[in-house]
């Protein structure tokens, strides 16, 4: 099984403020998954990448494979930004990349 | 576009009842996913299957059973429900398959099943 680490596993912040959140993991990986659970359940894919950095509006994900590391940074952080983020890799041995072990996810609080 | 579609959202069993949780999916994905949340743990895969009438079992199958008659659909049962199968069950599809690489999944609004 691939081992996945996230930290932290709780964080609070001010709204505008920028947000890291950092995932690591124990085998080497084909590619990462970082997703985005809402206060309401849904999980929804925000990035899936394998070297580098994706950029999608306020979200940057960058991930450094030699150190088996990857971050989540959110900039200029709202309120809306609040939920539980999840980091995700195939599971070890998977050829597919069908197969994740997910990590226990950051839940992040951003407050008005 | 309705993407993955889990039924129902809510639900109450008693030990020892059975239910079949119900999952379809729009996409014309080849993979699909059951998996559990639990408080303080990650999403753990029940049972997940390649293609249609293909399924393996993930990390945590006891007590469950599943079927995938069809493309679309993804189907869960509990044949006797347990107070330890309290949980939240998401079903999920992807593009993924042997020589497609990585793929993102697409994930459903979830099921809470309470088993008193």
């Known amino acids: 099984k691939n081992e996945v680490e996230q930290s932290p596993q709780n964080l609070t912040a001010q709204e505008g403020e920028f947000i890291t959140i950092n995932c690591s993991y124990s085998v080497g990986i084909s590619a990462l998954h970082w997703l985005q659970q809402h206060p309401g359940g849904g999980i929804v894919s925000l990035f899936m990448l394998s070297s580098g950095k994706k950029k999608h509006g306020r979200l940057i994900a960058t991930i450094n494979i030699q150190e088996k590391h990857s971050s989540l940074h959110i900039t200029a952080s709202h309120p809306r930004d609040s939920a539980v983020y999840i980091c995700a890799v195939p599971r070890r041995g998977e050829t597919s990349g069908s197969r994740l072990t997910f990590g226990e996810g950051t839940q992040l609080t951003v407050n008005p | 576009n309705a993407g993955v579609t889990q039924t129902p959202k809510f639900q109450v069993l008693k030990t020892g009842q059975s239910m079949t949780l119900q999952c379809a999916q729009d996409?014309?994905?080849?993979?699909m996913y059951w998996y559990r949340q639990d408080p303080g743990m990650g999403l753990r895969l029940i049972y997940y299957?390649?293609?249609?009438?293909?399924?393996d079992k993930g990390e945590v199958p006891n007590g469950y059973n599943v079927s995938r008659l069809n493309k679309r659909e993804f189907s869960l049962r509990l044949e006797s429900a347990a107070p330890s199968q309290t949980s939240v069950y998401f079903c999920a599809s992807s593009e993924a398959r042997q020589g497609k690489g990585n793929q993102p999944q697409h994930f459903g609004d979830g099921t809470r099943l309470s088993i008193l």
């Open positions: 996409m014309n994905h080849n993979s």
């Open positions: 299957s390649a293609s249609e009438g293909t399924t």
